[in-house]
């Protein structure tokens, strides 16, 4: 029988720890019918914009919306590919350069289901979560993160 | 009977306009509210940003029912 799947909180408070990574990796040991995982993790660069460096990204969401949106395109994702499991991470709060403040992480029987999966994955996270970033500036200042 | 509906804001819009949340008597359909929130705040004439009521995109006018949660979103930059 199929598992019925429920929303999951998608949220981290602060920056994601690779110690995180590694153990969600470790978690998969049992899971024997898996051929092939795919990662990505997104990382705060230090951009430089006319009005100064980005030193740290300030996450705020949208997060009950937010959480059903990321149920909604998981469970399409799920129906699209053949995956054993996925796993989203988003970082709220401020995350400095240099740290993850995204982790999505598939896993497949192949290859290539796991990484068509991933980059669909954190495609529609950028587009279709109610997410917001906000450059904080070594000049004492802001600008509002743009998605390209 | 009250008929309200509740406004949640957030990244640039909460910034220009000064707020994150509000209470306002409901204007009836969400065209009709954009255009009190404009009235409102001029600051948001010259701003991108799209609306949800009750979690779920608006992208043309629809009405509101009382009690509705409307937010107004600019573009997301997540990840």
Known sequence: MEKERKPKN???QGPIAPEKIAQSIANHATKTDIGGHSIFLGQIRADEKPEGKVIAIDYTAYEEMALEKAFEIREA???KYPLTCMHIYHSLGEIKVGEICLFVFTSSKHRKAA?????ELVERIK???PIWGKE????????????? | MSNRIHIKAFGMVAEKIGQVSMELENPGTTEAL??????QFPVLKSMKFSLAVNKKMVLEDSELVSGA???LLPPFSGG
Request: hydrophobic share 55%.
């Open chain 1, 10 to 12: 998608i949220f981290v």
């Open chain 1, 77 to 79: 994702i799920f129906a």
């Open chain 1, 115 to 119: 990484m068509q999966a991933c980059d």
């Open chain 1, 127 to 129: 587009a279709e979560l």
């Open chain 1, 136 to 148: 904080i500036l070594d000049m004492d200042g802001h600008v509002w993160k743009v998605n390209t």
């Open chain 2, 34 to 39: 954009k255009n009190q929130l404009f009235d």
């Open chain 2, 69 to 71: 949660e409307v937010a």
